[in-house]
Structure formats: structure tokens, C-alpha cells
């Protein structure tokens, strides 16, 4: 039998290694904790150009975006962390009151630290996609979001869908562990290129 190399097995075999080698490289870059910010931007960055149509080199521009990039989105992910976690201990000290009060204002913190969330997650974009300060990055983020709710709830539900799956499915547990993040990434990376699209 012929080796072809442009043939479709050798593509999709080539593309799912890249991925979940891409996958199993962002685990690796958020160990540290203080560096997701620099693994998200960089993940979200050669998955918008894959999905954008500039096909690139998934593992090698994932280092340059990571070298580019670390300064900015390090500071984005340290000012919006602070806040998440204070929201996440918050929830945790009203939920233990075990009131109806307690209740709605644990289900509003946590709905603010999802804001928060899916603001990260566009400001990651941002910062992979556009050259902007700090300040304005956090900004037009936070103005997207509001924006663009129902798209914007997309991009927290896909992550959370799949981790979901990885928790009911134990059977799917591995291949979503091998390839979660950055299959994540890639279906998110869509619904950002729609939403920058309007804004260009």
C-alpha cells in the first residue's frame, strides 16, 4: 500500500496529534497557576488563526504567541483573579448561612464570578488578536461580553459542557482529558472570530 500524504487519514491522524499534543502543552503551561493567563492567550491564539483558515504550526506558534504575549495577559489574569476569588469565598460564606437570603446572594456572587470568567476568556482573545493596553483590553472585554450575552454564556458553557462529560461519562474521561482544552478552545475560538467580526 502507498503512503499519501495528502490523503485524509494522514490529515486527520496529523491534525488530532497537534491538538492533543497542543492539549497536553497547555496542562503543562498552567502548572505554575501565575502563567494560565500567558496558556489561555496562547491557546486562544493559535486556535483562532486555525479556525480563521491561517492553519500555521499549532505547537511552534503556540511558543511564539507564549513569548509575545506573556507580559500582558499575566497582569489581565493576576487583576481579574483577585476578584474571582474573593467572589468564590463569598458564595462559600453566604451558601453556609442556609437562608433564602444566603441563597440569592450565593447565586449572585457566583453569577458575578462567572462574569468574571467569561471576561477573562475574551480578554485572552483580545490580547491574542489586537495590541491594546491593558486598561482598554479589560475594557472593550467587559463591553463584549455585555454585548453579546447569549455568545458570550456560549463561551463558559463549552468549557463547562466538557467537563461535564469528563465527570458523568467516565468512559470519555481520557479522550476529553487528552484533547478538552484545546477542542475547547478551537469551538470558542468561532463564536470570538463572529463577535470581532461585528466590531472590526
Not at 482598554?136 to 462529560?165: D, F, R
Request: with cysteine; net charge positive; charged share 10%.
Amino acid at each position: 500500500m502507498k503512503f499519501n500524504a495528502d490523503g485524509s487519514f494522514y490529515k486527520i491522524t496529523t491534525i488530532t496529534t497537534q491538538f492533543i499534543a497542543l492539549n497536553l502543552l497547555y496542562l503543562i503551561c498552567c502548572l505554575p497557576i501565575i502563567t494560565i493567563g500567558a496558556a489561555t492567550t496562547a491557546l486562544l491564539d493559535v486556535t483562532l488563526h486555525y479556525a480563521d483558515g491561517e492553519k500555521g504550526y499549532l505547537i511552534k506558534d503556540y511558543f511564539l504567541s507564549l513569548k509575545r504575549n506573556w507580559r500582558q495577559s499575566t497582569v489581565v489574569f493576576l487583576i481579574l483573579l483577585v476578584p474571582f476569588l474573593l467572589l468564590g469565598f463569598s458564595s462559600f460564606f453566604w451558601f453556609a448561612f442556609e437562608t433564602i437570603i444566603g441563597t440569592v446572594a450565593g447565586l449572585a456572587t457566583i453569577a458575578i464570578a462567572g462574569l468574571l470568567l467569561i471576561t477573562f476568556i475574551m480578554a485572552s482573545a483580545l490580547v491574542a488578536r489586537y495590541e491594546n493596553t491593558t486598561k482598554q483590553t479589560l475594557q472593550n472585554a467587559l463591553l463584549l461580553v455585555i454585548a453579546h450575552p447569549l455568545k458570550a454564556i456560549c463561551l463558559l458553557l463549552i468549557p463547562l459542557t466538557i467537563g461535564c462529560l469528563a465527570i458523568l461519562m467516565p468512559s470519555l474521561k481520557i479522550i476529553l482529558i487528552a484533547v478538552g482544552f484545546s477542542l475547547s478552545a478551537y469551538s470558542s475560538a468561532f463564536l470570538l472570530l463572529s463577535i470581532f467580526a461585528n466590531h472590526k
